[in-house]
């Protein structure tokens, strides 16, 4: 039993790496590029928050400025309601267009105040949870999560 379990739990390990495949579509791979992007600022101020890299506010500040110019750019790289395989982006994108790009501006603006408001570890804490708090509001809707 427990073989199986471990096996199971490989399997679907693997497939959720085939499910993050190369999009081929270059309008699906720039917006999926752009939430990389933002992905890895998020990495660089939470490793910082858990303690796994020294605090350093000067590379914090970075992180959240790159991240709400990142956030900016969501809109514009959305727009077209391109289609790939490997997209996670849901159809009803395009029917909410409004909501979805406040829940951008949601995050620009969470950013944005933690580019000045993060200046020493106790700070990280509060800015990342309004900056997750904007990831989760938006994928929770429109992104699937199988
Ligand atoms: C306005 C909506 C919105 C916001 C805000 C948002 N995301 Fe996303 N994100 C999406 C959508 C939609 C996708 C799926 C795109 C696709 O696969 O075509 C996605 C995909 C991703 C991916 C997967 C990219 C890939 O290559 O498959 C990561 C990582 C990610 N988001 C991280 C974040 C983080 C971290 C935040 C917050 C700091 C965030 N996102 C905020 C809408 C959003």
Known sequence: MALTAA???LVAIASVGHAQGEASDPEV???MALMKKIGSQTKILGDMAKGD???DATAAQEAATTMAA???EI???FEPQATDPESEAKPIIWEQWSDFTQ???D???AATSASTT???QASLGPAMREIGGACRACHETYRESD
């Open 70 to 72: 990142a956030a900016g």
């Open 75 to 77: 809109p514009a790289l």
């Open 29 to 31: 791979k720039a917006r």
């Open 7 to 9: 096996f199971t739990g």
């Open 118 to 120: 993060i200046t020493d």
């Open 103 to 105: 829940k951008a501006i």
């Open 107 to 109: 995050l620009e603006t």
């Open 53 to 55: 890299t020294a605090f």
